[in-house]
DNA sequence: TTAAACTGTATCAAAAGAGGTTACAAAAAG
DNA sequence: CTTTTTGTAACCTCTTTTGATACAGTTTAA
């Protein structure tokens, strides 16, 4: 499969949006950046804006910009706010419920991933986007 | 597709093999249990091999058993014995060279990853296949 | 009020990964 | 030897993700 790269490209995107300050960025000249479509990119920022993290403007000088500041937008939101899977996936086929190991095997397995899940929002939690800026400017 | 299932598979294969004890399990009878073809599962034991989580024998009688009891079976070797993708992808194109962002993004993401992976993993780290066997048998 | 420049989306094609299946070599037991 | 079983290679199919085209709807500005 192609693995998701949207929380990459995201993080990428908005860093753009941010050195863009108030000015509204054209998906046209992101995907440039990001080296993909147009399309792509758009498709991106609709996830980003209902999850408030972006503001796009339709039509003539339209385009996107932050809905709010760098220091304010968590990492953890960003994961949050795209379609990303899971860490791992359960069984393809329900396990024969004839064994008793099987029928108990989904409850444990989805508990765990939750955990994990939260474990990976914390660890998120700690960047804002202008600890990515700061990170990538004093490299 | 469903997403990499390989590690909720391995767990449940480990568990089969915990109450086998020292008999050693055949591939058929696995996959039985799990649902799957028996190949799936060779394939998977032959990852837990390399990691020393299990030993397998072939020919007659062959079979696979736990090179070493549940209790010392932590499940983050489970995870890391495994061909587990990374939780979220780098950019599938490399990114515009010209744009100072793109340029230090991949090391900058890179370096998050590997947080999150070690995050994931102390977590894991925290159980063992006993522990996972009491959850299940107390369900 | 018309033309131009955008976003938002639907739709399709292409690429890649994962699971499933078949086939068969190699090894061990009897 | 024959049978049983693992180890793997090869191949197919299904699904997901990305990339691409097309076009409707919206806004600006001449």
Redesign the pocket.
């Known amino acids: 499969?192609?693995?998701?790269?949207?929380f990459a490209v995201a993080i990428h995107v908005l860093t753009i949006l941010a050195k863009g300050g108030d000015e509204r960025v054209?998906?046209?000249y992101i995907a440039g950046s990001v080296n993909?479509?147009?399309?792509?990119i758009?498709?991106l920022?609709?996830n980003l804006?209902e999850a408030h993290i972006v503001v796009?403007?339709?039509?003539?000088?339209?385009?996107?910009s932050l809905a709010k500041q760098p220091k304010d937008i968590r990492l953890s939101e960003v994961y949050k706010a795209l379609?990303c899977?899971e860490v791992f996936?359960l069984h393809?086929?329900e396990p024969n419920q004839d064994c008793p190991i099987g029928k108990n095997m989904a409850a444990f397995l989805c508990g765990l991933q939750k955990e994990i899940d939260k474990s990976i929002e914390e660890k998120l939690n700690q960047y804002t986007l202008r600890d990515v800026i700061e990170r990538i400017e004093s490299a």
Do not use: H
């Open positions: 499969m192609a693995a998701n790269s949207q054209k998906s046209d993909t479509n147009p399309v792509v758009r498709r920022l609709s804006q796009s403007q339709v039509g003539a000088a339209g385009g996107t379609p899977g996936a393809p086929k």
